[in-house]
């Protein structure tokens, strides 16, 4: 299933964060051309959500788990969000890379 991002999204909006992933929706706050511009903050951003994405795929229970764990232990000791900020610093994948350097936005 390709994935899908959505730049300039009300949803991260409403719940005040940057960004948020429902499989295969990946949605921003910002334009694409902000994300990019905010170079290793974006890049970092892109490559956290990006893992989400990868959860989802690893496991078709990773919503409901992933909901346990926020309401259990909250955002900053959440499994999955643990395992997306250590992997936010590291190289891009072959497949990552293709993501984000198409510039592409599936709705606006």
Do not use: C
């Amino acid at each position: 299933m390709k994935i899908r991002r959505v730049y300039e999204s009300f949803i991260p909006k409403l719940m005040k964060v940057r960004a948020t992933t429902v499989y295969p929706f990946i949605f921003f706050r910002d334009s694409i051309q902000e994300i990019k511009d905010s170079g290793t903050r974006g890049r970092d951003l892109f490559k956290h959500e990006w893992t989400h994405i990868h959860q989802y795929r690893a496991n078709y229970l990773f919503v409901f788990q992933y909901l346990w764990e926020q309401i259990s232990k909250g955002y900053k000791q959440n499994k999955y969000e643990i395992a997306a900020r250590n992997q936010e610093h590291k190289d891009f994948t072959p497949e990552e890379l293709a993501a984000w350097n198409e510039d592409t936005n599936w709705i606006s």
